[in-house]
T-cell receptor
């Protein structure tokens, strides 16, 4: 089945540690996206990538980093510089053209204590 | 800049009643508009999208939406709500130009369905 995989579903970390969230897609999509979701805030874009080895900051990129070494993979690292990292993180992909819908993964809930 | 407003944070309807979720957008050109649904702890699923042409768009699960350019709106409707429709609904607008493929989401409307 084609789709987007995010792992793990739940992630727990201590404050001050970096953590990397995985996102893999087998839809042969060029574009990939990372969103953060907090209650009442909707989806806020962290980073997006339209081609391999290129990515752009979204609206809330501070404290996060990404890489796009392969078309299928777009891992997100939440660094210790992110002041409030506890949230639900969603990865998505699309063909990358105007009007194309985005397909979403099941999400990773990160809790930092 | 593109933006989406969903004026209703939370809506409660009885099962079998009709539903309308409001969405207003801000975008200078012809927009690409989407409605997504999210069950608790899950990813988002596309309900329908407007690209061009007929302003009344049919989607999955019996939903439809109407694009009204004069009102900058793209409201989601369903004639008879089922208990399984309880979820959070997001409206989104797509951008062109240098941000190809990027979507701008509203803050969502939480739907509760009473039996």
């Amino acid at each position: 089945d084609g789709g987007i995989t995010q792992s793990p579903k739940y992630l727990f970390r201590k404050e001050g540690q970096n953590v990397t969230l995985s996102c893999e897609q087998n839809l042969n999509h060029d574009a990939m996206y990372w969103y953060r979701q907090d209650p009442g805030q909707g989806l806020r874009l962290i980073y997006y990538s339209q081609i391999v080895n290129d990515f752009q900051k979204g609206d809330i990129a501070e404290g996060y980093s990404v890489s796009r070494e392969k078309k299928e993979s777009f891992p997100l690292t939440v660094t210790s510089a992110q002041k409030n990292p506890t949230a639900f993180y969603l990865c998505a992909s699309s063909k990358g053209n105007p009007g194309d819908e985005q397909y979403f993964g099941p999400g990773t809930r990160l809790t930092v204590t | 800049a593109q933006s989406v407003t969903q004026p209703d944070i939370h809506i409660t309807v009885s099962e079998g009643a009709s539903l309308e979720l409001r969405c207003n957008y801000s975008y200078g050109a012809t927009p690409y508009l989407f409605w997504y649904v999210q069950s608790p702890g899950q990813g988002l699923q596309l309900l329908l999208k407007y690209f061009s042409g007929d302003t009344l768009v049919q989607g999955i699960k019996g939903f439809e939406a109407e694009f009204k350019r004069s009102q900058s709106s793209f409201n989601l409707r369903k004639p008879s709500v089922h208990w399984s429709d309880a979820a959070e609904y997001f409206c989104a607008v797509g951008a062109g130009g240098s941000t190809l493929g990027r979507l701008y989401f509203g803050r969502g409307t939480q739907l509760t369905v009473w039996p």
